[in-house]
Structure formats: structure tokens, C-alpha cells
């Protein structure tokens, strides 16, 4: 967080979520790079700061041959591997300095992949292009209109069509973003939906993270067709000490960081 900017709870809407996020992402995607690169990989698919790839995980299944959709991909990394897998994976992002890192690993690794800048909440592709769509901690927190991002998936992916995104636990909502053990107090209501919102000393909203609950998340998929068939908490793995804001060891130990929801179309 920058000086000058407090972290407050506050009601903020679609279109406002969208441009304070869009240009925090464009400003901080060259720190996020350098700091989380190495970790994530160039072609590398990381579901998580527990470190849980997709190669052990197998979330997607087979992609071979399969028309793949990645949700707030950032620098395209998981594309990237599952191109690798013989997927045909394609990215969307809402930063375009995000999207700028992708053009530079397809560049440093010589596998492109093809990137759109656009919302989760209107996805630009016709509808049943894709046999899967995922999110690896991209769009689906950082949506006022979860609702609306999930529709859209269901819209652009093709019957018995996968998807499976990652976000913070929920139940890490209640508690500070303090990966050590002052972190480990609840400090708010988990059923306080009111989004965390960064806002500078004028009132202007520089970045926000909404909140859902496990329920919320069950019902949105439910409504838009999609069964949800697993609910992965990735455990903390013995020896893994890399902090990533709120996560790290000690908190890791005793609960959850991450949800992975793996859910299918019809
Ligand atoms: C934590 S990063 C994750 C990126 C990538 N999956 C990774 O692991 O590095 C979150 C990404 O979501 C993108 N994002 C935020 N809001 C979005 C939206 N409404 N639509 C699409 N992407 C969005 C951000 O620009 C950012 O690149």
C-alpha cells in the first residue's frame, strides 16, 4: 500500500472496482513480476501461495487438444503451461502492463500466447468457444458482479465445460492480511460482505477485494448452471517458508489460505 493510502470497509460499486483496479495492476505488475516471477515460473501453473501447481493437481484434467480460457492471467504464466500440455489456451486480463509481461515471456520463452485486455464481467469471445475457462487468483475476487463474471463463462464455454478458479479462503476474510501470528484473530464478521478497499486521503478508491462467502460462491455458480464438484483447501506443505502477503507458515499450519473451486457446465 502506498503513503497516503488507507485500507478501509466500504461499499464500492462495478465500475468503480474496475478502474481502481485496473490502474493499481498497471502500476504494480513490474513489482509483482519481479517479486512473484520466479515462484509462479515462466511457464509454470501455480494455483496458489501454497505453492499447488497444476501439474500435481490435475484441477483441469486433460487439456490436450482443448479450447482453454484463462481469467485474469497476468503475465499468461499458467497459459503458457498448459500450452506446453497441448492445450490451445488463451488469456484476458484488465492490465495492460500485465498483459505487456505476457508479450515479453512469450518473447524470453518462444511459447506466445494470445492475450485480450478485458473484464471477466464481459468476456470478448462468442458464446461456446471454450472447453475450459480458470482463474488462477485473477478476476474473481477483485469483481463487484461475481454473478455477472460467472455468467460470462458459462455464456463463452461449451456444454460440460470446465471451470475452476482460486481465491482467498473466505474465511481468511475475517482476519487481518497479517501472515504472522497477529494474523491469526478474527477481527471482523466472515458474513460481512463489505469489500476491503484502499482509498487515498481524497476518498478516491485505488483498489478494492470483494468478499464472498463459501455459500455465496456455491450459489453463484449453482445460478449459472455450473455443479460444483470439488472445493480444494490446499493444505500447507512441511518446509515451504515463502511468505506472500497474508500467507505463510504459521497461519498456513492451521488454516486454510486458498479455495479452489472445480466446478462443470450442466
Ligand atoms: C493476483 S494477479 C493473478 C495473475 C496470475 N493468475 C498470476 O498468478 O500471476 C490478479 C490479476 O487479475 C487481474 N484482474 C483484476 N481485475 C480483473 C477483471 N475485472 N478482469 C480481468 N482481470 C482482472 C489483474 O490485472 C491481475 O493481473
Not at 488463451?90 to 494470445?114: F, K, N
Not at 500467507?247 to 498456513?252: D, L, S
Request: glycine fraction near 10%; include cysteine; charge should be negative.
Amino acid at each position: 500500500m502506498s503513503d497516503g493510502v488507507e485500507a478501509v470497509r466500504r461499499t464500492v460499486g462495478e465500475r468503480e472496482t474496475r478502474r481502481a483496479n485496473r490502474s493499481d495492476w498497471d502500476a504494480y505488475a513490474d513489482e509483482y513480476q519481479a517479486t512473484h516471477g520466479e515462484f509462479l515460473g515462466d511457464v509454470g501453473f501455480i494455483w496458489s501461495p501454497e505453492g499447488v501447481t497444476e501439474a500435481d493437481a490435475r484441477v483441469l484434467g486433460d487439456v490436450t487438444g482443448r479450447d482453454v480460457l484463462e481469467i485474469g492471467c497476468g503475465a499468461g504464466q499458467c497459459a503458457r503451461w498448459l500450452r506446453t500440455q497441448g492445450a490451445r489456451a488463451v488469456g484476458i486480463d484488465l492490465s495492460s502492463r500485465q498483459l505487456q509481461h505476457s508479450r515479453r515471456l512469450d518473447a524470453e520463452t518462444d511459447v506466445p500466447v494470445p492475450v485480450a485486455c478485458a473484464t471477466a464481467t464481459a468476456l470478448p469471445f462468442a458464446d461456446g468457444s471454450f472447453d475450459v475457462a480458470f482463474s488462477a487468483f485473477g478476476a474473481l475476487q477483485f469483481v463487484y458482479d461475481a454473478a455477472t463474471a460467472v455468467a460470462e463463462v458459462a455464456r463463452v464455454l461449451r456444454p460440460g465445460g470446465r471451470f475452476a478458479f482460486s481465491v482467498t479462503h473466505p474465511v481468511r476474510w475475517s482476519m487481518p492480511d497479517d501472515p504472522s501470528e497477529e494474523g491469526l484473530k478474527v477481527t471482523s464478521s466472515y458474513w460481512d460482505r463489505t469489500p476491503y478497499v484502499e482509498q487515498d486521503a481524497a476518498g478516491v478508491v485505488t483498489y478494492v477485494e470483494h468478499h464472498r462467502t463459501v455459500g455465496d460462491w456455491a450459489r453463484i455458480l449453482g445460478r449459472s448452471g455450473f455443479r460444483l464438484e470439488d472445493l480444494i483447501e490446499p493444505e500447507w506443505p512441511e518446509g515451504h517458508d515463502r511468505v506472500w502477503g497474508g500467507w505463510g507458515p504459521v497461519r498456513g499450519a492451521l488454516i486454510p489460505g486458498t479455495a479452489i473451486f472445480s466446478a462443470r457446465l450442466g
